[in-house]
């Protein structure tokens, strides 16, 4: 498994992206999931979609993954498009005798040099003989990412990665993934629950609630209407929006965030959240105010 730095991403553009959505719409039992939502994930970026719970994160996920039809709208990959996917948990029989290693290959054989990069790039290094039913829930996570790195994806889809870890698990996590992305140059859709948090090393952040609310790179979210609604001065400061400088660079123009503007039903503190997407010229704001159930 090779973990050298890969060339330098390409501008943004339609024609570069590697994954994306055109307005697409989910429903399940009748019931709208997502309405008319559009993005796209440019070659080396890392994106963070947040929201509250229900507002449609992981059928996001599942419908740019191929594992859930959409409705309406279409999903676009990158022809041979290789793709990493770390789930939410991993659910094993905890009297099944299997190690690190014979899980990493599963469905097929990979060598123990590529399982042992694999496990050195997440974080999970010694952790090959370990059975993986008595791992911590943070050596599960790594070890899933390990799993995911062996094909050397071109991009991460990361499903609340740091679901049930401590403070300082998830930083630690987080500054895992932005170096992961410094080594292999390869992008990271990352969703998460926890709307007061957004990743640091993120270069944008999209805001879903059935459909995107607002979108940009962190310090711009962070003036729009809707990441106010959520954190603004009733919170005392306690839920902060927090970002780090790295060194690899897109180059956003603060003033393309496109924030649609919606009522209280998208983005108050029991139903909304802030995010980073697009530039206005690539990604539209949804014009539904649909909500999942």
Do not use: W
């Amino acid at each position: 498994m090779n973990l050298m730095h890969r060339p330098k991403p390409k501008s943004a553009g339609a024609d570069t992206a590697l994954l994306g959505a055109q307005a697409i719409s989910v429903e399940r039992d009748g019931r709208p999931v997502l309405r008319d939502v559009t993005l796209s994930i440019q070659p080396g970026e890392i994106v963070t979609i947040v929201g509250p719970n229900g507002s449609g994160k992981t059928t996001l996920l599942r419908a740019l993954l191929g594992a859930e039809a959409v409705s309406s709208g279409r999903v676009v990959r990158k022809r041979g498009l290789r793709v990493g996917y770390v789930p939410q948990k991993l659910f094993l029989d905890p009297s099944l005798p299997m190690t690190v290693a014979r899980f990493l290959s599963l469905p097929r054989r990979t060598g123990a040099a590529a399982q042992s990069a694999a496990l050195q790039a997440a974080g999970a290094t010694g952790l090959a003989q370990r059975p993986i039913a008595a791992l911590s829930g943070g050596q599960t996570q790594r070890v899933l990412l390990a799993r995911a790195l062996l094909d050397q994806p071109e991009i991460l889809l990361l499903d609340e990665p740091t679901q049930g870890l401590d403070q300082v698990g998830a930083a630690a996590f987080y500054q895992m993934v932005e170096n992961l992305r410094q080594q292999t140059g390869c992008a990271v859709l990352m969703v998460s629950h926890e709307l007061h948090v957004v990743m640091s090393a993120s270069d944008r952040v999209i805001c879903l609630n059935g459909h995107v609310c607002c979108h940009g790179t962190p310090e711009v979210v962070a003036q729009a209407e809707e990441y106010r609604a959520l954190f603004g001065p009733g919170t005392k400061g306690t839920l902060a929006l927090y970002r780090h400088q790295h060194v690899h660079s897109h180059d956003p123009d603060p003033q393309s965030l496109h924030s649609h503007v919606h009522g209280p039903e998208c983005c108050d503190g029991d139903g909304g959240a802030d995010g980073v997407g697009e530039p206005a010229s690539d990604v539209p704001a949804a014009s539904s105010a649909g909500k999942d159930g």
